[in-house]
């Protein structure tokens, strides 16, 4: 079973920086995509950036120009670099890997999640 691992959350001032990490374990099969979701106190989880296998990346409108999504495929590891961060920015992070497979064989593995304050 694939299990995702999230680190690099913590305390952040406004205006500050910080980079997520999110390590994946076990045995994936190429192609899959991979992104991060965030989830703030009373709402809906929301995407935040995602990547495909080949490098193509979507952001969401409220982080555009401030976030880059990567990723490290030998290290099975994807990266979230964000700046410029707002209070508002403020929530649970959380990783997800996506494969889109026939037969509806499509397999989705969520992190457990973490947390990133962005607070004076």
């Known amino acids: 079973q694939v299990q995702l691992v999230e680190s690099g959350g913590g305390l952040v001032q406004p205006g500050g920086s910080l980079r997520l990490s999110c390590a994946a374990s076990g045995s994936i099969v190429s192609p899959y995509e991979m992104g991060w979701y965030r989830q703030a106190s009373g709402k809906q989880r929301e995407l935040v950036a995602r990547i495909t296998s080949g490098g193509g990346t979507n952001y969401a409108d409220s982080v555009k120009g401030r976030a880059t999504i990567s990723r490290d495929n030998a290290k099975n590891t994807v990266y979230l670099q964000m700046s410029s961060l707002k209070p508002e920015d403020t929530a649970v992070y959380y990783c997800?890997?996506?494969?889109?497979?026939?037969?509806?064989?499509?397999?989705?593995?969520w992190g457990q999640g973490i947390l990133v304050t962005v607070s004076s």
């Open positions: 997800n890997l996506y494969s889109r497979r026939p037969f509806g064989r499509d397999l989705e593995i």
